[in-house]
Each structure stands twice: as C-alpha cells, then as structure tokens.
C-alpha cells in the first residue's frame, strides 16, 4: 500500500510500526494503532529509551540547594 507524502504529492512506502511490525497508519504514524503509541510513550516516560550524552549525571543534591535559596 502507497501513501502520500507530505508536501510533494509523490507516493511513499509506509513503514511498518516499530513495535509489531504491523502497517502503520496514518492517524497514529510511525505506529499502527494507539495501543502500539501508548506502549512507546510509556517507554519513554519509564526511561527504557535514552539519549545518550557526555554530560556526568545531575546530582540531586543541587537542585534541592537552589529551592532552599
């Protein structure tokens, strides 16, 4: 199945959804439905997914130092 690409009216492969590997479609894109975005989302926010820095780690000791100012 083609869709739409944004913008230039050509035509481009979906990609399947990241999760299952099912079609993704348009409503819920890269995904194939809500459940499959919820669980990503869900990831993220448990911090199964990072991005990796050079930064050391912020010491939480700092941030309760600069409340108390």
Excluded at 35 to 47: N, Q, S, T, V, Y
Aim: aromatic residues 4%.
């Amino acid at each position: 199945m083609k869709a739409q690409a944004p913008g230039n009216g050509e035509t481009a492969s979906r990609k399947p959804c990241p999760l299952c590997g099912k079609q993704s479609s348009e409503p819920h894109s890269p995904f194939c439905s809500r459940r499959c975005a919820d669980i990503d989302l869900g990831r993220w926010l448990k911090g199964n997914y990072r991005v990796e820095t050079d930064e050391p780690p912020e010491d939480p000791s700092d941030e309760t130092e600069r409340e108390a100012e």
